[in-house]
């Protein structure tokens, strides 16, 4: 099955069930499916054809749906762009996609009027929403006046790239995840089975439509399972729940530090008047920390794992034992088996408790970058997909997420999570959140620095942190150097962008507060207590 016929069979179902929700507006599964069409056909008048990549630069809105949707009916390629990125930043993605048209809005545009002439592919620049003054700007507000069905016949393949997500460039120039229509639909199908979703539920999401979560689970599962979605613009901590009881949302989808924001507000006696069942998501959660905001807000909380170039991972079973920390085994699907192994160097699978790299095989699997023949060459091998992260499975086959590969901390011939100590980081009461890395040791390997964001209002003693991971973590893996700030740098779906950090000065440790000129007293005299 493709996207335009899972959307096809959902749309048959329900016809005139809301199947969008966005800010005022609430449109039916018959009037959304219908606009999808007018889309589609607009491009094809326009010249889009078949295979042509286009990029969107836009923020949440429904006209990204139309047109991501549409383009998938016409058989071309999605391309999303972050909108918070830069004339470089989008100028790279623009070229390297190799796109022939980009739409966006008057903020965006004016990053992609200033890289135009530099884009020999790029023949259409398309405008949503305000109007941008440039007769060579094409206004998408005119797609409304188009015939409600398609009007030409194309033929799209299940195994046809429906888009290409580019991922932030961690580790050099962002690369280009191509997506096959099957991928989203078994994605879809999957996320419903997973979290046990019907078309009685409501499925919020402020994570972007830019980035992966919100495209293979929120959208694609509402359209599988029938469901309504709910969109919103961006997450807000303060707004958060007030739009979840506004909407009746019955799932949302989390991601990086998003649950220890909202768990981190003020207590109120409303955190639990909402209808929300299911909250899914990454990373999986320290069992304390799981259990109070369960109990707090009455929800259960289901950890996963997945990747941009894989959407089949492992979850939590949530009709199953949900083991503390863990991201669960496999998912399923009845049509396919998903291999997942933890291998070592030599690629041989390692028996259970011992940490390797996680290697995957399944049908959602990434056919490989676009235009990057190396790198495919390290992602795919032997007909599996080799993720880069780090993990060991228990002998009941649970798997535990350890680390990125490149996050790993080696410390006087001890290799650590830094995941790990920013889990006892953020659960001291002063902390919002942190974040760890190596720096260079004057001796080998390297030390430990953790940049720590305290909770407003509060003000945090460097000892006090080194106490609190005195207490908590074996002496190695307590930081050396701690630097407090207001902010860490982040991707649009709130993941700390560590490489930044890494690269904002040359000495790492300059103006950090060492552990090792800190007066321990303090410490000391409370184990003489003890």
Same mark, same amino acid.
């Given at each position: 099955?493709?996207?335009?016929?899972?959307?096809?069979?959902?749309?048959?179902? @329900? *016809?005139?069930?809301?199947?969008?929700?966005?800010?005022?507006? &609430?449109?039916?599964?018959?009037? $959304?499916?219908?606009?999808?069409?007018?889309?589609?056909?607009?491009?094809?008048?326009?010249?889009?054809?078949?295979?042509?990549?286009?990029?969107?630069?836009?923020?949440?809105?429904?006209? $990204?749906?139309?047109?991501?949707?549409?383009?998938?009916?016409?058989?071309?390629?999605?391309?999303?762009?972050?909108? @918070?990125?830069?004339?470089?930043? !989008? @100028?790279?993605?623009?070229?390297?996609?190799?796109?022939?048209?980009?739409?966006?809005?008057?903020?965006?545009?004016?990053?992609?009027?200033?890289?135009?002439?530099?884009?020999?592919?790029?023949?259409?620049?398309?405008?949503?929403?305000?109007?941008?003054?440039?007769?060579?700007?094409?206004?998408?507000?005119?797609?409304?006046?188009?015939?409600?069905?398609?009007?030409?016949?194309?033929?799209?393949?299940?195994?046809?790239?429906?888009?290409?997500?580019?991922?932030? /460039?961690?580790?050099?120039? *962002?690369?280009?995840?191509?997506?096959?229509?099957?991928?989203?639909?078994?994605?879809?199908?999957?996320?419903?089975?997973?979290?046990?979703?019907?078309?009685?539920?409501?499925?919020?999401?402020?994570?972007?439509?830019?980035?992966?979560?919100?495209?293979?689970?929120?959208?694609?599962?509402?359209?599988?399972? /029938?469901?309504?979605?709910?969109?919103?613009?961006?997450?807000?901590?303060?707004?958060?729940?007030?739009?979840?009881?506004?909407?009746?949302?019955?799932?949302?989808?989390?991601?990086?530090?998003?649950?220890?924001?909202?768990?981190?507000?003020?207590?109120?006696?409303?955190?639990?008047?909402?209808?929300?069942?299911?909250?899914?998501?990454?990373?999986?959660?320290?069992?304390?920390?799981?259990?109070?905001?369960?109990?707090?807000?009455?929800?259960?909380?289901?950890?996963?794992?997945?990747?941009?170039?894989?959407? $089949?991972?492992?979850?939590?079973?949530?009709?199953?034992?949900?083991?503390?920390?863990?991201?669960?085994?496999?998912?399923?699907?009845?049509?396919?088996?998903?291999?997942?192994?933890?291998?070592?160097?030599?690629?041989?699978?390692?028996?259970? /408790?011992?940490?390797? &790299?996680?290697?995957?095989?399944?049908?959602?699997?990434?056919? /490989?970058?676009? %235009?990057? *023949?190396?790198?495919?060459?390290?992602?795919?091998?032997?007909?599996?997909?080799?993720?880069?992260?780090?993990?060991?499975?228990?002998?009941?086959?649970?798997?535990?997420?350890?680390?990125?590969?490149?996050?790993?901390?080696?410390?006087?011939?001890?290799?650590?999570?830094?995941?790990?100590?920013?889990?006892?980081?953020?659960?001291?009461?002063?902390?919002?959140?942190? !974040?760890?890395?190596?720096?260079?040791?004057?001796?080998?390997?390297?030390?430990?620095?953790?940049?720590?964001?305290?909770?407003?209002?509060?003000?945090?003693?460097?000892?006090?942190?080194?106490?609190?991971?005195?207490?908590?973590?074996?002496?190695?893996?307590?930081?050396?150097?701690?630097?407090?700030?207001?902010?860490?740098?982040?991707?649009?779906?709130?993941?700390?962008?560590?490489?930044?950090?890494?690269?904002?000065?040359?000495?790492?440790?300059?103006?950090?507060?060492?552990?090792?000129?800190?007066?321990?007293?303090?410490? %000391?005299?409370?184990?003489?207590?003890?």
């Amino acid at each position: 099955m493709n996207i335009p016929q899972l959307l096809e069979q959902s749309c048959q179902r @329900n *016809p005139n069930k809301t199947f969008l929700y966005f800010q005022e507006q &609430e449109i039916s599964f018959q009037t $959304f499916r219908e606009n999808v069409h007018r889309a589609a056909n607009w491009l094809i008048k326009l010249g889009i054809k078949n295979r042509d990549r286009v990029c969107i630069y836009l923020p949440n809105c429904p006209e $990204f749906l139309y047109i991501w949707l549409g383009l998938s009916h016409i058989g071309s390629v999605l391309v999303p762009i972050n909108v @918070n990125y830069k004339d470089k930043e !989008a @100028n790279y993605i623009l070229k390297h996609s190799e796109c022939v048209a980009v739409v966006g809005n008057a903020k965006t545009l004016e990053v992609v009027k200033n890289a135009h002439p530099n884009l020999p592919w790029l023949k259409y620049i398309i405008s949503v929403g305000e109007k941008v003054p440039d007769p060579n700007i094409l206004e998408f507000s005119s797609f409304a006046y188009e015939e409600p069905k398609i009007t030409t016949s194309l033929r799209v393949n299940e195994d046809d790239i429906s888009s290409i997500m580019y991922t932030s /460039g961690t580790t050099g120039p *962002p690369k280009g995840v191509m997506v096959t229509h099957c991928a989203y639909v078994y994605g879809g199908q999957g996320y419903t089975h997973w979290a046990d979703i019907t078309d009685k539920d409501r499925l919020f999401t402020c994570l972007p439509l830019y980035h992966a979560n919100a495209q293979y689970y929120s959208t694609m599962g509402s359209i599988a399972a /029938g469901a309504s979605l709910i969109l919103v613009d961006h997450f807000s901590a303060s707004r958060f729940w007030d739009q979840i009881r506004q909407y009746g949302a019955t799932i949302f989808n989390f991601i990086g530090a998003m649950l220890v924001i909202l768990m981190k507000q003020p207590e109120s006696i409303q955190d639990c008047q909402h209808q929300v069942r299911v909250a899914y998501g990454t990373p999986a959660l320290e069992k304390d920390l799981q259990d109070y905001i369960e109990k707090r807000f009455e929800i259960t909380v289901l950890a996963g794992y997945a990747l941009t170039e894989c959407i $089949f991972g492992t979850i939590q079973p949530l009709n199953g034992v949900r083991k503390p920390q863990s991201i669960g085994i496999p998912r399923y699907h009845p049509e396919f088996k998903n291999m997942i192994r933890i291998v070592d160097e030599q690629e041989r699978e390692l028996p259970p /408790g011992e940490v390797g &790299e996680i290697v995957i095989k399944n049908p959602t699997v990434t056919p /490989g970058y676009f %235009r990057d *023949p190396e790198e495919n060459k390290k992602l795919l091998r032997n007909g599996w997909l080799h993720t880069g992260d780090n993990a060991y499975r228990d002998e009941d086959g649970y798997f535990y997420f350890v680390d990125r590969k490149k996050d790993v901390i080696r410390r006087r011939g001890e290799n650590m999570s830094s995941l790990e100590i920013e889990e006892t980081l953020n659960a001291h009461p002063k902390v919002l959140e942190s !974040a760890v890395i190596g720096v260079p040791s004057g001796l080998s390997d390297e030390e430990i620095k953790a940049y720590i964001i305290p909770k407003s209002g509060e003000v945090i003693e460097a000892v006090e942190i080194f106490e609190w991971c005195e207490q908590r973590l074996a002496r190695f893996k307590v930081p050396r150097f701690f630097e407090f700030r207001e902010s860490l740098p982040k991707t649009p779906t709130h993941r700390v962008e560590k490489y930044k950090l890494r690269q904002e000065k040359k000495d790492l440790t300059e103006g950090c507060i060492d552990r090792e000129n800190l007066d321990t007293s303090t410490l %000391r005299e409370t184990k003489n207590r003890k």
